[in-house]
């Protein structure tokens, strides 16, 4: 209870004749576990999300919703949040005495991939922008917790939100209240199996001198006996998908959820990170079989050919914003629970500040979502992909109040719905490209959220 009295807002600081955002942050000296937290709070079900990166160095957990900033289908998408969320924050009252990046007001979304693709119903739940301030956070940087609150104009029924969740917090009950039982899938729908093999035909014989590669996704939709529980699967994905992004971002009945090994970019000081991610093979049986299998991949030539347009246009990425920057020659390996990839990290310094929205709007899509060129390879993903991918493969992650910030590109995801959800997958096509060995590959990508939902054992 101590704790939870130093983040109420109390007198003067509540006394708003203006709307203003308020915001306190305390330390918890008591270390806790926050998917616990995440599944304590299941009253604000649809008001949460959670994150955490894959080096574990930060992660959030948000509970209930202090403002929203969404919008549809804007020209000027990532220029409107921030103008925002820059209005947000003038005059905003932050007390705030730690310096450390993610810990005081932020906002935490995503955005669909192709605004201006047309919408089906499936996305309903998502804006083209999806972002919100949560009104409590529990962050996690470098092994320090924080929690954040955030109170916007009047509002004052922050008061018993943040009681309820520290009276839970402080009875310590059993912390595993994740509830992990088993839910029984009853159906699996390849949607469009056989016209999206056709499609990759088709768009192969459409490469050559200025369209060289086009990223095609495709859904499969499973239906569950019970609800799909958030936590249960958040769990899952924790304990499994180690080196991943591991998020959830929840609206209405809705949750979009992943576990992601690709970094978009994240922003610290002057200091930007991205990753260069495309080529895939399985893993192999033993350690002799993967080993050989990795191998196959670091020297098959059309793996490196997929892999190289997405080096190609980071680096040009990085010309324009970075004083310096590095990228090694050569990918590497990046072994996941069930994939191997071509991989290349990619650091840089800042020639000016930019803002971490100005940088996703400067990389996303890259090609190894996208295609190369960028907006050739759009275009056709928006004639011919049978596809509303609403958020995935599209960038989500946070923006605190002092310019830093950590977006991925949400891959391995999948939408639930109730007892239903859709898992995404897509596949880097260029001109050695075979349709059937494609949609291997994105069945191989539908694996680690198949079995976190429990679709399938392991
Ligand atoms: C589009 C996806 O993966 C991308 C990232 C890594 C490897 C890829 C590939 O080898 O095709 C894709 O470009 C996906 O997982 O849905
Ligand atoms: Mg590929």
Redesign the pocket.
């Known amino acids: 209870m101590k704790e939870s009295k130093g983040l109420l807002l109390e007198g003067s600081e509540l006394n708003t004749s203006t709307s203003i955002l308020r915001s306190k942050v305390i330390k918890l000296e008591q270390k806790q576990d926050f998917l616990t937290i995440f599944a304590q709070n299941d009253q604000y079900k649809g008001k949460r999300f959670f994150w955490k990166s894959p080096d574990g160095a930060s992660v959030f957990a948000g509970i209930g919703i202090c403002k929203m900033l969404q919008s549809n289908g804007m020209e000027q998408i990532y220029e409107e949040v921030e103008k925002e969320w820059q209005e947000l924050l003038d005059g905003s009252e932050i007390n705030n005495p730690f310096q450390t990046a993610g810990v005081g007001p932020m906002l935490f979304g995503g955005f669909s991939f192709d605004p201006k693709k047309t919408r089906t119903n499936l996305w309903d739940n998502f804006k083209d922008a999806h972002f919100y301030l949560p009104a409590i956070m529990f962050s996690e940087i470098d092994g320090e917790q924080y929690v954040t609150v955030n109170q916007y104009g009047d509002r004052n029924d922050l008061v018993e939100v943040i009681q309820a969740c520290f009276e839970k917090l402080e009875k310590n009950e059993d912390t595993s209240t994740v509830n992990t039982h088993s839910n029984k899938l009853l159906d699996s729908k390849e949607i469009n199996g056989d016209q999206w093999k056709r499609m990759v035909s088709e768009v192969v014989q459409d490469l050559g001198q200025s369209l060289k590669k086009v990223?095609l996704?495709r859904e499969s939709r499973l239906v569950f006996e019970q609800d799909i529980t958030t936590e249960a699967v958040l769990e899952n994905l924790l304990n499994r998908q180690k080196n991943s992004y591991v998020f959830a971002l929840e609206s209405g009945k809705d949750c979009f959820i992943g576990a992601s090994p690709?970094r978009l970019v994240k922003k610290a000081g002057k200091q930007v990170f991205s990753v260069c991610?495309?080529?895939?093979i399985a893993r192999g049986m033993n350690e002799e079989d993967d080993e050989s299998l990795g191998q196959e991949l670091m020297n098959d030539p059309k793996?490196r050919v997929?892999h190289d347009y997405v080096v190609q246009m980071i680096r040009s990425a990085m010309e324009k914003v970075c004083s310096t920057f590095e990228i090694p020659d050569e990918p590497r390996l990046l072994k996941m629970r069930d994939i191997q990839?071509l991989y290349t990290p990619v650091t840089g310094t800042l020639l000016k500040s930019a803002s971490v929205l100005s940088l996703i709007e400067l990389l996303h899509p890259t090609p190894?979502?996208g295609g190369y060129p960028q907006a050739l390879a759009i275009e056709k993903i928006r004639e011919a992909e049978m596809l509303d991918r609403g958020l995935y493969?599209a960038p989500i992650g946070w923006l605190d109040y002092r310019g830093n910030g950590e977006f991925a590109v949400s891959?391995?995801s999948a939408l639930i719905q109730k007892n239903e959800a859709s898992l995404?997958?897509?596949?880097?096509v260029v001109k050695d490209s075979d349709a059937e060995m494609e949609f291997k590959?994105t069945a191989i990508?539908f694996k680690p959220m198949l079995s976190a939902l429990g679709g399938q054992l392991g």
């Open positions: 990223v996704a690709e991610l495309a080529g895939s793996n997929e990839h190894a979502l493969g891959i391995r995404f997958a897509g596949c880097g590959e990508k």
